[in-house]
């Protein structure tokens, strides 16, 4: 009953006129986004993030939070008429879906992605309201040593998700503890790696790094490869909507999807990679239509998929409200937003921040609703998107980074800072890097470091500080199993004889040369 009294609150705050207004640019501009092959919500959250500067915090956050849900739904389109996935959660989405487009059913496959995107980021919406106050007295009872061994431990486990492997991830882990550690020790009052130069004494603005990393990297990125191939837009046939064979064939995998989703989502080692996978394995293995997966695109095949897909991204919003953990690329930059406010997510924000956090979790319903509304009667509008010259986005993007930056305090040594750290992000994503992590070590990499001294400080320097609390022993094993476990698995299955790259076998990405 507590939870419905303030949720209660939380409508109060999203049906003011402003924040309704912010809620439906937010989910426009996310479908928008979601829609055009390349970008997505971290890119253009980033890009928004100079805002924080002018805006309400609950205006900003509600801004933030339809453009992650847009893009969650827009993402489909391009995966399922172009065969192009514009995030990795997408992949699956494009195996059936641009089959059954080009079988003639795009529009069904387009249907149930929407619909089905509905009902479990209600599900998931749902989930996070009810679940983030248990979750928040769960973590009061966490002192410094157990913060620290939690925050191991989401080193470990996002790098490991984040990147193409865990060494990858916590390589960009560590550039960016290095970049967090810059300026003023607060403990000592001594300058760290300023190098002399009195500008970085307040260290590195996060804003900055995400828009340089996310915006400017991305964007270089993707010019770099305009010409890698040729994408074809398959044209919608036939009508928009499902038959009842279709309802009939996609409810269950909608709820199917929606609570495999939201768990794995709520994990410290979420994502949204995980769920959909799974979610696409066990479509696969109860149809009554096996003979349509690979072949005429199977219904299932994407009603599931993308009902995890958007579970997982409303459990995203649950560590990191409560814990203060982001565990994707846009949870990262969310947070990096929260900094700007001076504010710090963690058990204390829901009572602290009321207004912010159920104005913001109020928002999501209405954003669901919004962006059923949006998705199927507008879809037309959405295909002629993809119709955008490449070079005038990209010149845009990158104004626009330029301009923002350059707002927030009107210095040129911060638009020399973007560019450097944009060709960083350029030449991670050109080698595979993840860059997500690099803002998750610049955030929790100083808090780390404070939950770490403090744990030092009141055990009188013993080590044993972190083994001896049960809770972060835990924590710390956790985090062991989670670095080593996949090469004790894969030299295991070695002296079986199977080979183990095998163990780490996964689909192919639609599209790709």
Not at 2 to 25: D, I, K, Q, R
Not at 76 to 90: F, H, Q, R
Not at 176 to 199: A, H, K, S, W, Y
Not at 387 to 407: C, D, H, M
Request: proline letters at 6%; aromatic letters at 10%; charged letters at 10%.
């Amino acid at each position: 009953m507590e939870t419905l009294g303030h949720l209660a609150h939380g409508f109060s705050v999203a049906f003011s006129p402003m924040n309704l207004l912010w809620c439906l640019v937010g989910t426009t501009l996310g479908t928008a986004i979601g829609v055009l092959p390349g970008l997505g919500p971290a890119l253009t959250i980033a890009l928004l993030l100079p805002i924080t500067y002018q805006v309400a915090p609950e205006a900003s956050f509600i801004l933030f939070a339809g453009i992650y849900y847009g893009a969650m739904y827009g993402g489909s389109t391009t995966s399922i008429l172009l065969n192009t996935p514009g995030e990795s959660a997408t992949i699956v989405t494009a195996l059936e879906g641009n089959r059954m487009a080009r079988s003639g059913r795009g529009g069904a496959a387009l249907a149930t992605s929407a619909i089905g995107s509905f009902v479990a980021g209600t599900i998931g919406t749902m989930g996070v309201a009810f679940l983030a106050p248990v979750v928040v007295k769960f973590a009061l009872a966490f002192g410094p040593a157990e913060y620290f061994s939690l925050m191991v431990l989401a080193f470990i486990t996002v790098s490991a998700v984040l990147g193409s492997s865990s060494v990858r991830g916590l390589t960009s882990l560590f550039i960016g503890f290095v970049i967090g550690m810059i300026g003023v020790d607060l403990q000592t009052g001594q300058p760290r790696f300023t190098f002399g130069m009195n500008e970085l004494l307040d260290g590195v603005d996060v804003i900055i790094a995400a828009v340089g990393l996310f915006a400017v990297g991305e964007t270089l990125y993707m010019a770099s490869r305009r010409y890698a191939g040729k994408d074809e837009i398959v044209p919608l046939k036939g009508s928009l909507y499902m038959t009842a064979a279709e309802w009939g064939r996609s409810w269950k995998p909608w709820l199917r999807g929606a609570f495999i989703g939201f768990p794995i989502g709520a994990m410290p080692a979420g994502g949204a990679e995980i769920p959909t996978f799974l979610s696409y394995a066990i479509e696969k293995k109860l149809s009554k239509h096996k003979e349509e997966f690979g072949t005429v695109g199977a219904i299932e095949g994407v009603a599931g998929p993308e009902a995890a897909n958007n579970a997982s991204a409303a459990g995203v919003l649950v560590p990191m409200l409560t814990l203060g953990l982001p565990t994707s690329a846009t949870a990262a930059i969310m947070l990096s937003a929260f900094q700007s406010y001076g504010i710090n997510p963690g058990p204390l924000l829901l009572t602290t921040q009321a207004d912010l956090v159920w104005g913001l979790i109020a928002s999501l319903f209405i954003a669901n609703v919004i962006l059923v509304v949006l998705n199927l009667p507008l879809i037309g509008l959405w295909v002629r998107l993809l119709k955008i010259p490449a070079p005038q986005l990209y010149a845009g993007i990158l104004v626009f980074a330029t301009v923002g930056t350059y707002g927030i305090s009107q210095s040129p040594i911060d638009l020399v800072i973007l560019y450097l750290l944009g060709a960083a992000g350029f030449l991670m994503r050109r080698f595979d890097f993840p860059t997500a992590p690099v803002i998750i070590g610049m955030i929790l990499g100083p808090l780390a470091e404070t939950q770490f001294r403090r744990a030092m400080t009141i055990s009188n320097g013993d080590w044993s500080v972190f083994y001896t609390h049960k809770l972060s022993l835990v924590l710390l094993i956790l985090a062991f199993i989670g670095l080593a476990g996949p090469h004790i698995w894969a030299f295991i299955e070695h002296r079986r004889g199977a080979d183990p790259s095998m163990c780490r076998a996964m689909p192919e990405r639609p599209g790709a040369s």
